[in-house]
């Protein structure tokens, strides 16, 4: 039978193959990075406002949540922002909030002139996430969550890195889900959080983690402050039911429940909590409070390691831990 291929040009048809192999993965690849992008938000930026550079950045947050996909990053420069979408909650302004994407990273602390995301400073470009969206100063009439992280699963490739996260107040008078995580609100969300200072936030008397509640949750949270933040039941500055959060060089300062000041968890959560401080926070109801500093309750154990515990109070038990039945 006669030879259709000789062993030459079966040999030119391989390498040929091989060398278009190499350069298709080339070319999905570098399409691949071409999708990654950076969206410049400023709230003062007068161009265009397509968030495409500073000059054209975007006046709101939600702009450019909006328009971000898995692999881009979000700029924010130094200023205050406030949510503009309840995305679809239908309760009104005061369901308005922001809510993060898997796959995106939002970076507070810039100045606005920065070209590569290591040269922002959020100590000195303080980025504010604000729900304080009606009369100032009146917290009746705040966003009930600054970040609502509740309709999707997130994982930790979803980032909030460099905000002062402040002025959530939920306190709804029915909904229960709008009683829990002033500042932030967490379900099936392992999120990541550095750099970032949650201050002044409440919850409601029923609800669950003024600064931030985790629900089934496993966020990894480094280099935060909770500070000021409020719930008259569980959990000032932070409240975890069910979650298992990873919390390392944090201060936990001034917050205030009826249990757990600085932090409760309730209902088999397990904490890992690294090099943070818990300093004068509170516990008190009617003589009953418990846990200034940290209550762990109903089969939870948190791994507490390197920690500081200073001038922490309770009305009943435990100024600084308490670790209740069972």
Request: hydrophobic share 30%; with cysteine.
């Amino acid at each position: 039978m006669k030879r259709l291929w000789s062993r030459k040009a079966c040999s030119n048809i391989i390498r040929v193959s091989f060398v278009l192999a190499i350069l298709l993965g080339i070319v999905c690849f570098t399409v691949l990075e071409a999708r990654a992008a950076v969206h410049y938000v400023k709230h003062d930026a007068s161009g265009s406002n397509t968030g495409s550079s500073w000059t054209d950045a975007f006046n709101l947050l939600q702009s450019a949540l909006d328009g971000a996909g898995s692999g881009d990053e979000i700029w924010v420069a130094a200023g205050t922002y406030y949510p503009t979408s309840d995305d679809g909650l239908d309760i009104g302004d005061r369901g308005k909030h922001f809510k993060m994407k898997n796959g995106v990273g939002i970076y507070g602390g810039f100045a606005g002139t920065e070209t590569a995301r290591d040269q922002r400073n959020w100590n000195s470009h303080v980025t504010i996430l604000s729900g304080d969206i009606g009369t100032e100063g009146d917290d009746g009439d705040n966003c009930y969550h600054v970040i609502f992280n509740d309709t999707e699963t997130l994982d930790a490739s979803a980032v909030i890195d460099g905000f002062t996260i402040t002025g959530g107040n939920a306190n709804h008078d029915s909904d229960d889900l709008h009683k829990s995580g002033g500042g932030f609100y967490n379900s099936s969300a392992s999120i990541t959080v550095s750099n970032c200072v949650i201050r002044e936030n409440s919850a409601d008397n029923t609800g669950y983690g003024g600064g931030m509640c985790n629900y089934y949750s496993d966020p990894t949270i480094t280099d935060c402050v909770f500070e000021n933040n409020t719930n008259d039941y569980m959990g000032g500055g932070m409240l975890n039911s069910y979650s298992n959060p990873t919390v390392t060089n944090c201060r936990f300062e001034n917050n205030a429940a009826a249990y757990g000041g600085g932090m409760e968890s309730y209902s088999y959560s397990n904490p890992i909590i690294t090099n943070c401080a818990f300093i004068r926070n509170t516990a008190f109801y009617d003589s009953t409070g418990s846990g200034g500093g940290m209550e762990f309750y109903h089969f939870s154990s948190p791994v507490i390691m390197n920690c500081k515990f200073i001038g922490n109070q309770s009305d009943n038990a435990g100024g600084g831990i308490e670790s209740g039945y069972p």
